[in-house]
Nanobody, 116 residues
Framework: QVQLVESGGGLVQPGGSLELSCTAS????????MGWYRQAPGKQRELVAT????????YYTDYVKGRFTISRDNAKNTVLLTMNSLKPEDTAVYYC?????????WGQGTQVTVSA
């Protein structure tokens, strides 16, 4: 059974930083591509960033490029999202996604609120 557990969300002021963590179990983590998505109130869930199984390639949507960094530690079954220069429009529930075999799996989400 695949499980993804996110942590690291919280309240931060504009311009601040947060690091989200997602730990996976029930998968051979080094065989899984991983991604971060987010969903703001009243909006659809949207892609933020992805990273390949080996970590050699990453993708960022334009609105986070240069501010967010996705990384992974395959020894710890963990993927991170380091978020800098946060803006109020980054406020959302952030979800970890695991692409494994023919399926994909979601974490439960962690709230990020950017507000003064």
């Amino acid at each position: 059974q695949v499980q993804l557990v996110e942590s690291g969300g919280g309240l931060v002021q504009p311009g601040g930083s947060l690091e989200l963590s997602c730990t996976a179990s029930g998968v051979i983590f080094s065989n899984a591509a991983m991604g971060w998505y987010r969903q703001a109130p009243g909006k659809q869930r949207e892609l933020v960033a992805t990273i390949t199984a080996g970590g050699g390639s990453t993708y960022y949507t334009d609105y986070v490029k240069g501010r967010f960094t996705i990384s992974r530690d395959n020894a710890k079954n963990t993927v991170l999202l380091t978020m800098n220069s946060l803006k109020p429009e980054d406020t959302a529930v952030y979800y970890c996604k695991c692409y494994y075999g023919l399926g994909h799996y979601w974490g439960q989400g962690t709230q990020v609120t950017v507000s003064a």
